[in-house]
């Protein structure tokens, strides 16, 4: 009896997102932003060798990022807070491996638009009933912690008509953790192929998406995509709840329209009001 | 290596020796291999009250196997099966010598992690075991790799003749990830990275075991500052991790309220984490030589912020420890008898529901825990999940206690010299042992380094010595209890099978 007045004490606790942006922490970060337009130079080579997991790549003096194998150290922001930013932004999930490169590579547009629109075909029958199942191929065990965050009361994600199920026959979305192990092999391709059509998969983390800083190895296949085909990424080490919940949103195109800029003005103003200048993670060194 | 290192000349003196400072009432620690220009070396650790013990002995190449250690010291076991899918090297008279971390195919070359020689995809040999059980309508029922809900993988084989569980074994091989190979060669900055996603819901106690063996190789100490900055993020680790084997509980016996409570409460936990740091794990604090930052929070931010959690998490605590529906379910499930839990040599929240008392922040203190006053737990011998359970609540109240001290002494001591939280990691060769109390128990890192560049290192989660255990608290127990059980083990995979 004591836990109904309980359960009703707090009010409620739960995120507006994705109907409006949610105000989450001040301090977290869960991606790093590249100045597009920073001046060419020749330092930022070594900027590139000390990246962790080789995520940094200079042409012409130029950089790019690929937040497929970030894994948010802000290693290349305490070294070049001119060019490289942590970044609040959570809804940083993409439809295509090659979108994860910032700044963007313009060229594989008409491919990815076909990609999306094969992927939009698909998922149309879904509708507001999304069953996912997790498999964990191979994680440090905190993206665990992160994807059952999201039935917790705050993310609640059973209010937009998302549930976990237990059995891969009822399930819509393959949700997938971890580096691709060489033991997970076969349980994720069989769990993959016992799902009914149509399916989506969602590469959860830097893990998946490349095999993040463990990478490959006699024992770890260096991401998920050589074993199942996959549809959408999600960057973090780990990827955070709204990070998830954005990544889901997106493969079965449930995402507001409005509240999906992804990039651009919103991230810029969270990051202006928050960082006004440039990355703090280290300065304080 | 810093401590002292008895070298035996043979293996059956090595073993000897163990086995005597084990029979004297030491704590073995763990069996390590590291590969030599001539062999293969294994390091034996043991800890007294206040130190550890060092045993070694090399086993020249063309030594494919020594006698075992397991029969005179039960809790080697997994080591030496560990040591045998690594290293190839066989442990004459093991009991279950079967293969634990990866399964390679007969004939296939090992990765003998340290010797810096690449190593191409392997596939593991996934026969399956055969039953141990038989009898009249035994059966097993395998439980994972693929589990119902949001799980990490691991494979349970549970025998049974439809209620009870007599027996039950565990296959860990399908999240090994080969992070012991990866470490070769890296150099100590991104190592710490590394530790961090050895077991990642308990990243900040693996980078302080990583970076304090490296510290002690070095030989240098850490500003009294930043061991409370890694204080503070240790605890609130640990707060994170208990409020998770509790909401576990309480989700099996079904006390929807508790559970939607308490998962806030743990969401809330990671989110002053990452208002500390930028992390929800607390990634990219500790590094080797400090800190990289103190917490971004006014420490009168921080202390109100622990002390609301404190008071909501309490609240709710004490009130799921007077519902029977819920008390019901833990009582004399899941027993590890103390006399087990010595002779394994638990660990953790585990071997301190089984009357193993020893907690390494107290012990060996480390960070910034000499400086820090800590209330003793009351010894609990029941070695139930609610025994867990009790030791788990109790710890989080002494991690507020110890966040508040931090928090209070950093406030005090102000910046350290020259605003420096890290100092400056000289290159130095050598080996040492770095270890921190996880909430799942004591981590070691084994870790050898030439320069800058580390040679091998040899990661021991609580996770791996604990789960060996796991099996011996079914007998007496039916399927229903397996959750509960499971859930006050508190452990990660990542960090057994890595």
């Known amino acids: 009896m004591p836990w109904i007045t309980r359960g009703l004490a707090r009010g409620i606790v739960t995120t507006g997102y994705p109907r409006r942006p949610d105000g989450y922490d001040p301090g977290f970060c869960s991606t790093v932003v590249v100045d597009p337009d920073h001046d060419v130079d020749a330092g930022l080579a070594d900027v590139a060798t000390r990246c962790p997991t080789g995520a940094i790549s200079v042409d012409e003096g130029r950089a790019r990022l690929d937040r497929g194998r970030c894994i948010l150290c802000g290693r290349c922001s305490e070294l070049r807070p001119d060019v490289f930013r942590l970044d609040p932004a959570y809804e940083t999930s993409v439809v295509g491996r090659s979108k994860l490169v910032v700044p963007d590579l313009d060229e594989d547009d008409a491919t990815l638009e076909m990609t999306r629109a094969h992927l939009a075909r698909r998922v149309k029958a879904l509708r507001r009933s999304i069953h996912i199942r997790h498999v964990d191929a191979g994680s440090d065990g905190s993206e665990e912690w992160e994807v059952a965050a999201l039935t917790n009361p705050i993310y609640d994600v059973q209010r937009l008509g998302i549930y976990f199920t237990a059995s891969p026959r009822h399930a819509d979305v393959l949700l997938v953790t971890g580096l691709g192990s060489a033991g997970m092999v076969q349980p994720l391709r069989h769990t993959y192929d016992v799902m009914p059509h149509p399916k989506v998969v969602i590469a959860a983390g830097v893990d998946a998406a490349s095999g993040g800083l463990v990478g490959r190895g006699y024992a770890a296949r260096g991401g998920i995509e050589e074993l199942v085909p996959v549809d959408v990424y999600v960057p973090g080490s780990p990827p955070s709840p709204f990070g998830l919940l954005h990544g889901i949103l997106l493969s079965v195109g449930l995402l507001p329209t409005k509240a999906s800029p992804g990039t651009g003005s919103s991230m810029e103003r969270a990051t202006g009001r928050l960082f006004p200048e440039g990355s703090p993670r280290r300065n304080a060194r | ?498």
């Open chain 2, 1 to 498: 290596m810093t401590n002292e290192t008895t070298t035996a000349q043979t293996p059956e003196a090595f073993i000897s020796s163990v086995t005597d400072r084990v029979n004297q009432g030491n704590r073995f620690c763990g069996l390590f291999a590291s590969p030599r220009d001539h062999g293969t070396r294994l390091l034996a650790v043991v800890a007294t009250d206040e130190r550890l013990i060092l045993d070694e002995v090399v086993l020249p190449t063309g030594v494919g196997e020594y006698p075992s250690l397991t029969p005179g010291v039960p809790a080697a076991a997994w080591y030496e099966r560990e040591i045998h899918d690594l290293y190839g090297l066989d442990a004459v008279g093991h009991s279950e010598p079967a293969s634990l971390i990866f399964p390679f195919p007969p004939g296939s070359e090992r990765p003998r992690p340290g010797s810096g020689e690449p190593l191409g995809a392997i596939e593991p040999d996934t026969t399956p075991l055969p039953a141990h059980l038989s009898g009249e309508g035994v059966f097993t029922i395998p439980y994972g790799p693929v589990r119902s809900g949001v799980f990490e993988s691991i494979e349970y084989l549970v025998e049974t003749p439809g209620e009870d569980i007599p027996y039950l074994r565990t296959r860990v091989f399908y999240k090994h990830r080969g992070v012991e190979k990866r470490f070769e060669n890296m150099d100590v900055e991104n190592g710490v990275l590394l530790a961090e996603r050895v077991e990642g819901v308990a990243s900040v106690a693996h980078a302080i075991a990583f970076c304090s063996a490296i510290e002690r190789i070095v030989g240098m100490e850490i500003s009294a500052q930043s061991g409370m900055v890694r204080v503070i993020h240790a605890e609130l680790e640990r707060i994170a991790n208990h409020l998770d084997s509790t909401l576990r509980h309480t989700e099996a016996a079904g006390q929807a309220v508790a559970y939607a409570r308490l998962t806030t409460h743990k969401e809330r936990v990671l989110r002053l984490q990452s208002q500390l740091c930028g992390s929800r794990f607390g990634r990219g604090v500790v590094v080797p030589g400090g800190v990289t930052a103190p917490p971004r929070l006014e420490t009168g931010q921080l202390l109100a912020a622990v002390t609301e959690l404190e008071s909501s998490i309490r609240g709710d605590c004490r009130l799921l420890l007077a519902t029977p529906s819920f008390v019901d379910r833990l009582r004399s499930t899941g027993v590890l008898s103390p006399e087990l839990a010595q002779l394994n040599a638990a660990l953790g929240p585990v071997g301190r529901g089984s009357d193993q008392m020893e907690d390494v922040r107290f012990t060996r203190p480390y960070a910034g825990y000499r400086h820090l006053g800590h209330q003793l737990l009351e010894p609990r011998v029941d070695g139930d999940a609610l025994a867990r359970q009790y030791i788990r609540l109790e710890e989080m109240w002494g991690a507020f206690h110890l966040i508040r001290q931090a928090a209070d002494e950093l406030d005090r001591a102000g910046s350290p010299r020259g605003n420096r939280w890290s100092e400056v990691v000289e290159p130095a060769t050598g080996e040492a042992i770095g270890w921190a109390e996880a909430p799942q128990g004591e981590v070691l890192y084994l870790v050898e380094l030439d320069g800058r560049r580390l040679c091998r290192v040899k990661p021991r989660s609580a996770s791996f010595h604990n789960l060996a255990l796991f099996p011996a608290t079914f007998p007496k127990n039916i399927l229903t209890d397996f959750v509960f059980i499971e859930a006050s083990f508190g452990l990660s995979i990542a960090g057994v099978a890595c």
